[in-house]
């Protein structure tokens, strides 16, 4: 069973809007801070957006504020990440992870510091471009 499966990946127009999905099996995602991560050619992972049940606040990364975000179905075991307005710099291999975090303050870190990421899925690609 893979703890963390991604969906919803492909070829999006400059403008266009897609949305990642990822579900979580063998584990509670509300027990965890989650994120999507994203790995562009040539660039450092980046930590798109990051949210937590137990964190009130919002992790987004300057780059994606305003266009991206982040949603949690505890329901569904699933995190998604809604990308609208979407721009060719977007491009890159996402994926989602989970970390042992939880509280308040926990997001940002886990976006923004490397750290140990108790789970993570494979990855699905996003193209923006005309």
Same mark, same amino acid.
């Given at each position: 069973?893979?703890?963390?499966?991604?969906?919803?990946?492909?070829?999006?127009?400059?403008?266009?809007?897609?949305?990642?999905?990822?579900?979580?099996?063998?584990?509670?995602?509300?027990?965890?801070?989650?994120?999507? $991560?994203?790995? %562009?050619?040539?660039?450092?992972?980046? &930590?798109?957006?990051?949210?937590?049940?137990?964190? *009130? /606040? =919002?992790?987004?990364?300057?780059?994606?504020?305003?266009?991206?975000?982040?949603?949690?179905?505890?329901?569904?075991?699933?995190?998604?990440?809604?990308?609208?307005?979407?721009?060719?710099?977007?491009?890159?291999?996402? $994926?989602?992870? %989970?970390?042992?975090?939880?509280?308040? &303050?926990?997001?940002?870190?886990?976006?923004?510091? *490397? /750290? =140990?990421?108790?789970?993570?899925?494979?990855?699905?690609?996003?193209?923006?471009?005309?």
């Amino acid at each position: 069973q893979v703890p963390l499966v991604e969906s919803g990946g492909g070829l999006v127009q400059p403008g266009g809007s897609l949305t990642l999905s990822c579900r979580a099996s063998g584990f509670t995602l509300a027990r965890f801070s989650v994120g999507w $991560f994203r790995q %562009a050619p040539g660039k450092e992972r980046e &930590g798109v957006a990051c949210a937590s049940s137990s964190d *009130p /606040m =919002t992790y987004y990364a300057e780059s994606v504020k305003g266009r991206f975000a982040i949603s949690i179905d505890n329901a569904e075991n699933t995190v998604h990440l809604q990308m609208n307005n979407t721009k060719p710099e977007d491009t890159g291999i996402y $994926f989602c992870a %989970a970390a042992a975090l939880a509280g308040a &303050g926990t997001v940002r870190p886990m976006c923004t510091i *490397p /750290m =140990t990421l108790q789970y993570r899925g494979q990855g699905t690609r996003v193209t923006v471009s005309s």
